[in-house]
């Protein structure tokens, strides 16, 4: 029986996905968070990091936490170039809360440079994590970054990263890399039909009310 854990930091989710004693932990949070999540993983046999892309407040602690528990960071191959910089894929917003989310983003993102995991391995779409104890399937999400990944865990629980987001109410991700391919993600998501979605930020939701 799978078990879902949001982890809340400030603004930040991570997930703790578990099946009996066995977890993965779907996103990390940032630093100021790193002793939350900590305490929570500490519960579990840890068996992977997946990071829904490589931005500060998703993929801060991977690095640590990777050590920690001597478990893989897996992230689409497509983002490994922001372990280098965020300016590899500049983001831009709309409407009114993508206006004030990317004004608290920019500063941070152009200071934070988020350490390069050394056990890192590579996802792309349709790859499954049973062999780390989760009946889950990975989704290839582009558009807020070029490698944003989701994973749909049992057909039931869906994790977007911040391909969608829940800030005031769910829709499409206030940032973006690419305009054109997050609306496609987010159709792809939309049609996936009768799930749970846990954003990267706001409070998870069903499906297809964006
Ligand atoms: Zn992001």
Redesign the pocket.
């Known amino acids: 029986m799978i078990s879902v854990k949001r982890i809340k930091g400030g603004t930040d989710n991570c997930y703790i996905v578990a099946e009996g004693n066995k977890a993965i932990l779907i996103d990390t949070a940032s630093k100021r968070n790193l002793d939350k999540v900590i305490s929570e993983c500490d519960k579990f046999e840890m068996k992977l990091i997946v990071l829904t ?1 490589v ?1 500060f ?2 993929a801060e602690n991977a690095a640590e936490l990777s050590r920690k528990y001597n478990i893989p960071v897996a992230i689409n191959k497509l983002d490994e170039e922001l372990f280098e910089s965020f300016n590899k894929q500049p983001l831009k917003s709309y409407g009114l809360v993508g206006w004030g989310v990317l004004g608290m983003s920019l500063k941070v993102l152009k200071n934070t440079k988020v350490e390069r995991p050394e056990k890192l391995i590579y996802l792309s779409d349709g790859d499954d994590l049973s062999s780390y104890g989760i009946n889950a399937k990975i989704i290839e999400l582009p558009g ?2 070029r490698g944003s990944i989701g994973v749909d865990v049992e057909g039931k629980h869906l994790f977007v ?2 391909e969608l987001d829940n800030w005031i109410r769910p829709g499409v991700g206030h ?1 973006y890399n690419n305009l054109d391919a997050i609306r496609k993600s987010a159709e792809k998501l939309r049609k996936l039909g009768g799930r749970t979605v846990y954003y ?1 930020h706001g409070k998870p939701t069903p499906n297809r009310e964006y």
């Open positions: 892309h931005h407040d998703h807020h970054t990263g911040d940032l990267g």
